[in-house]
């Protein structure tokens, strides 16, 4: 995008988060800005698909090799929640959700997941990330300081939660997915969840509406020449 584009995604996004509910989330440039800021692959690789996916830190850090589909046409990556994770074998009950698949949209990531898992050559059943939360926050904290060093004051801390919203506003705004599919990729159960992104939806509707006139003049009115 564009400086002016960056600007008035920005304005939007500030206040969406100054004077409504909405959830704290970055922009396209500014995800960006954090993986530049990120010393080595192992670290983008992880906060690239927290940005793509809209995994749960849980869920990314269960991932596998086997988890990931990339040789299709329409690449996309399995994510189960701990509950998931922890109900063991046999068939699961009427409704019970064991796993959800979210598409790789971008094929700019589809390939850097390709080009790493073929770097690493893990087990398919190993994890990606031998790595804990807290290691991930420290990465992230470590990113933040290396932006401020440069001058770089993010409005938003940065969390790997944050990559979560970041990921379904991304998909809302510049996607124009439908609510209801947002619900399916971020694994809600009810569609109230994702409903916290609305607000800013809202703001975002209203922008492009301004310089809509309401003012109806009284002079040339048909109702009123008879």
Known sequence: PGAEQ???????????????????????????AVLAMLPDL????????LWNTGARI?????????????????????????????????????????????????PQYAQLAREYLATVKLAKSAPIWAVTDQTVRNWLKEAEGGLRGRGVHLVVPL????????????????????IKRLQAYLGHRSLKSPECYTAVLALDAAASE?????????????????
């Open 159 to 178: 969390t790997p939660h944050v990559f979560r919203h970041s990921f379904a506003m991304h998909l809302l705004l510049c996607g124009n997915l439908h």
């Open 42 to 49: 192992q670290r983008r690789f992880l906060v690239a698909t």
């Open 58 to 106: 849980n869920e990314a850090l269960a991932l596998t090799p086997a988890d990931f589909e990339l040789d299709g046409q329409r690449p996309f990556v399995a994510l189960r929640t701990l509950k998931q994770r922890r109900r063991g074998k046999g068939r699961p009950r009427a409704g019970e959700a064991v796993k959800r698949l979210v598409p790789l949209l971008d």
């Open 210 to 226: 301004i310089g809509l006139s309401f003012s109806v003049p009284i002079e040339g009115n048909p109702l009123l020449s008879r």
């Open 6 to 32: 960056c600007r008035d995604s920005m304005a939007l996004r500030n206040l969406a988060i100054a004077h409504t509910d909405a959830p704290r989330y970055l922009l396209a440039h500014e995800v960006g």
